[in-house]
């Protein structure tokens, strides 16, 4: 009983921690491409790594000043948005798709390869940049805290609270933004590009627009997770984090301000209980070691969102609050 | 050699067979009794072979011998056949240096020094990996003939993998990301049939196009056959296809494990020169292979009545359907074909670069590149695409570092997008 009580506070935990923030930020991103303007990036996981990478290197490797490596992290995503827009916007939505999710694979594996060694560390990634931003913190980062039934360490209050509050931020601003002509704008052009393209509009330019705001959300996203796990590693930038940020945005609702939030704490909860809940099902005999052993569980959770994506698509396209009407999923 | 002798003999074939048989026998006993000599007589030895492909066997290298407390125990230099052998005192750990200044002009060795461990009796063989420009070291000019065919071989193999995808898009209108995994079910089966079961490359290939044409039938019956019936639209399908992609690559990493693992046939074959180039027999056999698979494909498209029908829809579904052709029946057709083919692809590439969980995603993209240089849609233009892809990235090596060789595949993909989004064989009326 005690041990089920564990796994549940630390599912609990998982429902704010840095992980739902990192999802959140790629999921509100996310939604602004997707559910708001009808555009399939496949590779939002790119943004978070240039965000990410972006602090890293410039704090560790030219000992620049935070701040300054936060500009650096929010320019490279708004280049690569840019670069990844300019040849596939005015193509059909699977081009993009094709291209954002190779795009996303070169910069991984050009990060993690020997030669990018003297920049990025490679495969072994960079630490030790961190400093800066917990000298911000007002409270104590050294020691831990008991904080809804499990412990804290100081610098992860500091770096979900610092997480959470951009959340909200760019929750607000998306939530004004589609309140706005521009944001009618967008969602106009998901409905019906060549009618929006009559009114004369540059439809171009707003597609250009939204991915580049939503690629720099997604860049936040990177820095609050490099800054919360006090590395950056190439692999914390597989390519399957976009659709675990999509199975978020889905689950939760597309085209709702509050679908991407909902969708990464609820998915971080369902995740944190099923891998502390199988790993201790394991550890007590219950799954013998030859079906499912303890380094595979990690593995579970991918095939869960895959499976769970495909059966969200299938019946309900809207997840949790969306709306069955506002979903672009029969757009060619 | 004893069963092929005995049931020569039971089946009283020619006198000169026999003979043959024979003077195999004798010769092969020859050898045998030639090599293990010394090591029934002496005890311990240490040997090793200083060749190339390009020099040959190298003569006159100096080679030490030290013992594990860095006692020297033999010195000497290696035979004009390129060997040297050293007698040991006993078992144990040994540590074998040659001199790099002795080896010849252009011939480097990327470690100098080997450690041994020689058991009671044995003979503890060394192989110091060489390298002669054939292979790496040389001159960029001298390369590429080599890397053009390595690239027309990997160019294949993507092509092979390729056309079911482009086929599928062509009919159907998925954007199937999940057909990477139909590549790794294929190569994963080949090698547990093959590793596990102990059964022969070849049968096991075969038994891995069956399983993998049976899964493309299965995914057009559990999953894409109804949803086309629902009229579900093309991006959801999409989607769906990333989390089949997903949740069928990590179960493939629970089941295969996350190392990448050879298969157990054709293991360490040596490179056989052919003028400027040279390739291992397994090699030479992907690129055969992959030409008459893709030469048969051809002939279906093109001549056959089914082939006819698969050309017709994907040129244009509604006009097919009421010109007579079941539609459905095409499409699974094309998702089996496009399985068993996938299935040929991935133990080919499982053949040169070892079986993973993920090789399906990595050659996904590839694919992708390959059938966008083509052509989307069109199955031609899917394989010359993918030849043009696969030489591409051989050659990027030239001038990039080879763990980097894919990254050149894909950016030859973005910058086609900006230069000819339609491909090379496809139309402009697909771009949207």
Request: charged share 15%; with cysteine.
């Amino acid at each position: 009983m005690s041990e089920f009580l564990d796994i549940l506070a630390l599912s609990v935990k998982s429902l704010v921690s840095q992980s739902a923030v990192f999802f959140a930020l790629m999921g509100v991103g996310l939604n602004l491409h997707f559910g708001y303007t009808g555009l399939l990036n496949f590779g939002q996981i790119a943004f978070a790594l240039l965000g990410g990478y972006g602090v890293a290197i410039s704090v560790s490797m030219w000992g620049l000043p935070l701040i300054v490596g936060v500009i650096i992290g929010v320019l490279a995503a708004f280049v690569l948005a840019l670069l990844l827009g300019l040849p596939t916007l005015r193509l059909r939505a699977d081009y993009l798709a094709i291209v954002t999710i190779a795009a996303a694979e070169i910069l991984r594996l050009v990060f993690r390869s020997t030669p990018a060694t003297p920049v990025t560390g490679a495969t072994r990634g960079l630490s030790g940049f961190g400093q800066g931003f917990y000298d911000r913190a007002p409270f104590e980062t050294q020691r831990t805290y008991d904080f809804l039934g499990s412990t804290w360490t100081g610098r992860e209050i500091w770096a979900c609270l610092v997480g959470w509050l951009l959340v909200t931020l760019f929750s607000l601003l998306i939530w004004q933004l589609m309140r706005s002509p521009w944001g009618r704008v967008l969602k106009s052009i998901r409905e019906d590009e060549d009618a929006v393209r009559s009114l004369g509009k540059n439809v171009y330019s707003y597609k250009m627009q939204s991915l580049i705001l939503g690629g720099v959300i997604a860049s936040f996203g990177g820095m609050i997770l490099v800054l919360a796990t006090g590395s950056a590693n190439p692999d914390q930038f597989q390519n399957a984090n976009t659709f675990l940020a999509y199975a978020a945005l889905i689950l939760g609702g597309t085209a709702r301000v509050l679908g991407p939030i909902i969708g990464a704490m609820i998915l971080w909860f369902i995740i944190a209980f099923t891998d502390a809940g199988l790993a201790a099902l394991i550890r007590n005999g219950f799954i013998p070691d030859e079906i499912l052993s303890s380094p595979d569980v990690a593995n579970i959770r991918f095939v869960l969102v895959g499976v769970g994506l495909m059966i969200l698509l299938i019946f309900r396209p809207q997840g949790i609050i969306g709306d069955r009407r506002e979903i672009v999923l029969d757009a060619h | 050699m004893l069963m092929a002798l005995r049931s020569g003999v039971v089946a009283q074939w020619a006198a000169r067979a026999l003979v043959v048989a024979l003077g195999g026998l004798a010769l092969s006993f020859g050898l045998v009794l030639a090599t293990q000599a010394p090591a029934l007589a002496e005890g311990e030895t240490i040997r090793l072979t200083l060749a190339t492909s390009r020099s040959g066997p190298i003569e006159g290298v100096e080679v030490t011998v030290k013992d594990a407390n860095g006692d020297e125990v033999d010195q000497g230099n290696t035979d004009d056949q390129g060997r040297f052998e050293a007698e040991l005192p006993g078992p144990g750990e040994y540590t074998v240096t040659i001199n790099p200044d002795d080896l010849p002009e252009g011939v480097t060795a990327a470690a100098t020094e080997r450690q041994v461990t020689v058991a009671e009796g044995a003979v503890g063989r060394i192989a110091f990996a060489l390298s002669d420009g054939s292979t790496g070291g040389g001159g960029a000019a001298g390369r590429i003939p080599q890397l053009l065919v390595e690239g027309l071989r990997f160019g294949l193999l993507i092509a092979i993998c390729a056309v079911g995808l482009s086929l599928i898009f062509g009919t159907t209108g998925l954007t199937n990301f999940a057909h990477g995994e139909l590549v790794a079910i294929g190569a994963i089966v080949a090698w547990f049939l093959n590793v596990s079961a102990g059964a022969p490359l070849i049968l096991a290939t075969i038994i891995a196009m069956i399983v993998g044409g049976f899964v493309g039938w299965l995914n057009d019956v559990v999953l894409w056959g109804p949803l086309r019936g629902r009229g579900s639209g093309l991006i959801a399908m999409l989607v769906i296809s990333i989390g089949l992609s997903l949740a069928l690559r990590y179960i493939l990493n629970i089941i295969f494990g996350g190392r990448s693992q050879p298969y157990a046939d054709y293991r360490g074959q040596r490179a056989v020169d052919y003028g400027p180039i040279s390739l291992t027999d397994k090699d030479l056999y992907s690129i055969f292979i992959s030409l008459i698979v893709l030469v048969l494909v051809a002939l279906m498209l093109q001549r056959t009545k089914i082939g006819k029908a698969m050309r017709a829809v994907a040129d244009n579904r509604d006009l097919a359907a009421s010109s007579g052709i079941n539609v459905d029946r095409v499409i699974r057709f094309v998702w089996i074909v496009g399985g068993a083919l996938a299935a040929l692809g991935g133990v080919l590439f499982g053949l040169s670069d070892e079986v993973s969980w993920d090789m399906g995603f990595k050659l996904l993209l590839l694919m992708f590149a390959g059938i966008t240089l083509g052509g989307l849609g069109t199955a031609y233009g899917a394989l010359l695409g993918s030849i043009i892809v696969g030489v591409f990235v051989q050659l990027s090596t030239l001038v990039i570092a080879d763990e980097l060789k894919y990254v050149g595949g894909l950016l030859l993909l973005i910058v086609i997008l900006v230069v000819r989004p339609q491909g090379i064989l496809g139309s402009r009326a697909r771009v949207g």
